[in-house]
């Protein structure tokens, strides 16, 4: 079923010559390109004669580096890493369409999403695969290598990441301590590498949670992992030592730095340990692939997720292209997969809902079906305007 909401009529209307669709994923149904693809075949039920141009989006997750990697014509690689429980994976990185930056997802070699939740256990969960895949960047030759952190099933604090290229994680024997959540109990002291990588590095995320306490990457993000309460406590207190212990032997602290929570302290280890700067994903993903100019040449722009809820207007992906679509004077559209909003936010000029069939969520519903039903709802939503 599909309900559109509202907020402005039809009156005065005029059919777009060109549209933008640049929707973000529906989370555990479609990828941000799948729902590109359903809401424009809706949209042209409606306006055959439109150009429509299909845009993926993201802000530093899931398909961040694979959309980035497309948007600007650049080049796919798949290697073998290791996933976050340690099993063999294959993984991916990409470069861009400049030749010299490279792009890479946490979430490609360290996913949640990669683990059955027998094996979501951030006490035994690393980043050594996405470390393995950065190295491989690096050593491709290119300049800046842009890491997307979200979606991952780790609290390491980094540490896999940066002992993959050469930093030493040790116990008071000497020997490397496991470089996992737990392992960062056993720390006592780290030394770099000889050769610190020369690439830049940038650290896209769409968080601004410090590494520690009540709003840190263990007790906010923990329990989403599989960490139990206590748990949680063990992880925040082994994420203490690393910062204690990077502080005296490093002679720089990051901890409170907005973001050092990002993908269980990942962020906090890009900028400790390879001199990283983090950023918005969103900005990144925007200048990168040119988001900007692709709105300013369009009629209208429609975008879009699974839930519309307070945390879209937080500055989620959907909400900034709606206020980047406004700063260019372009209508833009929202179909979404549910709200909980009592109506349509002023960002937008129009959005749509899609609802389930009232027995299950829309998380249980097939790729397919949820498919048609976006499809359905876009060509509501445009039948509606006129």
């Not at 014509?73 to 991916?92: I, K, L, Q, T, Y």
């Not at 030749?99 to 027998?118: F, H, Y």
């Not at 690096?138 to 604090?157: E, F, M």
Request: with cysteine; glycine share 14%.
């Amino acid at each position: 079923m599909e309900v559109p909401r509202e907020k402005s009529g039809g009156r005065g209307f005029t059919r777009p010559g060109r549209v933008l669709v640049v929707p973000d994923k529906f989370r555990g149904t479609l990828t941000s390109g799948e729902a590109a693809r359903a809401i424009v075949r809706g949209l042209r039920r409606v306006w055959p004669d439109a150009e429509f141009t299909e845009c993926g989006l993201s802000d530093g997750g899931e398909g961040f580096a694979r959309l980035l990697t497309k948007a600007t014509e650049g080049v796919w690689h798949r290697m073998r890493s290791s996933d976050a429980a340690g099993h063999p994976c294959v993984a991916g990185w990409g470069m861009l369409g400049d030749g010299c930056t490279a792009v890479l997802d946490l979430a490609t070699a360290s996913g949640l999403e990669q683990l059955p939740a027998r094996q979501r256990r951030p006490l035994r969960t690393s980043t050594l695969g996405t470390g393995m895949v950065l190295r491989r960047a690096i050593n491709s030759g290119a300049r800046t290598v842009v890491v997307g952190l979200g979606g991952s099933a780790t609290n390491d604090g980094g540490v896999g990441v940066a002992a993959a290229l050469g930093w030493r994680f040790l116990k008071r024997t000497g020997e490397p301590i496991a470089p996992t959540g737990g392992g960062l109990a056993e720390l006592v002291r780290i030394e770099p590498p000889e050769c610190v990588p020369g690439a830049r590095i940038i650290a896209a995320t769409d968080v601004t949670n410090p590494l520690l306490g009540m709003n840190g990457a263990a007790h906010e993000f923990g329990p989403q992992k599989g960490a139990s309460r206590a748990e949680v406590r063990m992880l925040d207190a082994a994420l203490r030592r690393l910062a204690r212990i990077a502080g005296r032997d490093l002679g720089h602290r990051h901890e409170n730095d907005p973001g050092a929570g990002a993908a269980g302290g990942c962020g906090y280890g890009l900028v400790t340990f390879l001199g990283a700067q983090l950023e918005s994903g969103f900005d990144l993903f925007s200048r990168l692939s040119g988001l900007a100019a692709r709105i300013a040449s369009h009629d209208l722009v429609v975008t879009g997720e699974g839930c519309l809820d307070v945390t879209t207007l937080c500055g989620k992906a959907p909400y900034r292209v709606a206020l980047l679509a406004r700063e260019h004077k372009r209508p833009i559209w929202g179909v979404f997969g549910r709200s909980t909003l009592a109506g349509a936010p002023p960002q937008f000029a129009r959005i749509a809902t899609v609802l389930a069939d009232g027995r299950a969520p829309l998380s249980q519903v097939s790729g397919r079906v949820h498919a048609d039903r976006l499809a359905a709802a876009a060509a509501v939503l445009a039948r509606s305007a006129e």
